[in-house]
């Protein structure tokens, strides 16, 4: 996804009209190209023909669950920024679709100006991710290194003294985000905007469940690099200071 002249194209699937008539009047009102699908098998049709910029995503459909569509997207290399729009707010719920690829989650009732910020601020954060991969003049093509990783954020692959570390988009989106800011602190509320997309600090226990899922499996591989500042957030460093 670039900036040009075309308008962004946003996916919506739900089997409920009345909420896919909403929002696709909603984000064609805010200048979106959308199209619509009632059911998850059409969803997936519809994202490997349209190839969506972003995927508004309800998580009980009809045949199969939206968990069960992004976790076969992801499988098939596709990383297109998916939104969950379902009334299941429980925590369980949100860290399932989280850790399946998903990233972010809207419950019903929901606001449509709100749905709205949300979607332009995780293209925000693709168009960012896009642009950091991106290699400069001169500069190797999209690999960061820091102390025995290396992530390629071409290939999407990552390695751990040499050992190849399978992690999910969101996963991989983290330990990018810190990489390319290795040695500073990042709080909390600069990870959900840069990694999720999301504007807001209330729902930072996704940041920590999250860096415990790269831990598990850094740590193994050497010494821990994922540091916590107590009241502050994480940082990447070879050595903890204290």
Request: aromatic residues 6%; proline residues 6%; hydrophobic residues 40%.
């Amino acid at each position: 996804m670039t900036e040009t002249a075309t308008p962004p194209h946003v996916l919506v699937i739900d089997d409920e009209p009345n909420i896919r008539d909403l929002v696709q009047a909603a984000l064609r009102f805010h200048g979106f190209g959308v199209s619509t699908a009632r059911s998850g098998s059409e969803g997936l049709a519809a994202a490997r023909s349209h190839r969506p910029d972003l995927i508004v995503l309800d998580v009980l459909l009809p045949d199969i669950s939206g968990f069960d569509v992004c976790r076969q997207l992801r499988e098939g290399g596709d990383n297109v920024p998916v939104i969950y729009l379902t009334a299941r707010d429980t925590p369980s719920d949100t860290v399932t679709g989280l850790s399946l690829g998903g990233d972010d989650y809207v419950t019903k009732p929901f606001s449509v100006e709100a749905l709205v910020a949300r979607i332009r601020a995780l293209l925000r954060r693709a168009r960012r991710h896009e642009a950091a991969a991106a290699p400069a003049d001169g500069e190797e093509d999209g690999v960061l290194r820091f102390a025995d990783l290396e992530l390629d954020e071409r290939s999407w692959t990552v390695r751990r003294a040499g050992e190849p570390l399978e992690l999910s988009p969101t996963e991989f989106r983290l330990l990018a985000y810190l990489m390319n800011n290795a040695g500073q602190v990042l709080t909390r509320a600069q990870l959900l905007e840069n990694v999720w997309g999301w504007d807001y600090a209330g729902q930072s226990q996704i940041v920590e469940t999250y860096v415990s899922y790269l831990r598990r499996k850094l740590d193994p591989l050497g010494p821990p690099l994922i540091h916590t500042q107590r009241g502050v957030g994480y940082a990447l460093r070879a050595q903890d200071p204290a």
